[in-house]
Nanobody, 126 residues
Framework: QVRLLESGGGSVQAGGSLRLSCARS????????VAWFRQVPGKERDGLAA????????YYADSVKGRFTISQDIAKKTVYLQMNSLKPEDSAMYYC???????????????????WGQGTQVTVSS
């Protein structure tokens, strides 16, 4: 079973950048995509970006296109989320997810994933 460990969160001023990492171990039990989500208290978990680790295809939510970039280091089994031009509204707990349900049509739906990391907090101050 795949296990995920996020890192790289922290506090930054508006306009700054952070790079989150999602290191995985074990084998996928589902699809080969790894995705980043974020959640603030009282709201649903929102999909941000996903990458298919076996081909590199990427997907982005409209809200982060042009500011966030997902990438991977295949040898390190690590997926990154480079976040630029951060805004206070980007403040949230960020999670990576894996084991997407086979046949899922869109890789940014939280309910399609069964394996999650523990999360890393991002705080952007104005």
């Amino acid at each position: 079973q795949v296990r995920l460990l996020e890192s790289g969160g922290g506090s930054v001023q508006a306009g700054g950048s952070l790079r989150l990492s999602c290191a995985r171990s074990g084998a996928f039990a589902g699809g080969t995509s790894v995705a980043w989500f974020r959640q603030v208290p009282g709201k649903e978990r929102d999909g941000l970006a996903a990458i298919y680790t076996d081909g590199g295809r990427t997907y982005y939510a409209d809200s982060v296109k042009g500011r966030f970039t997902i990438s991977q280091d295949i040898a390190k089994k690590t997926v990154y989320l480079q976040m630029n031009s951060l805004k206070p509204e980007d403040s949230a707990m960020y999670y990576c997810a894996a084991d997407m349900r086979a046949g899922a049509s869109w890789p940014l739906e939280a309910y399609e994933y069964s394996t999650w990391g523990q999360g890393t907090q991002v705080t952007v101050s104005s």
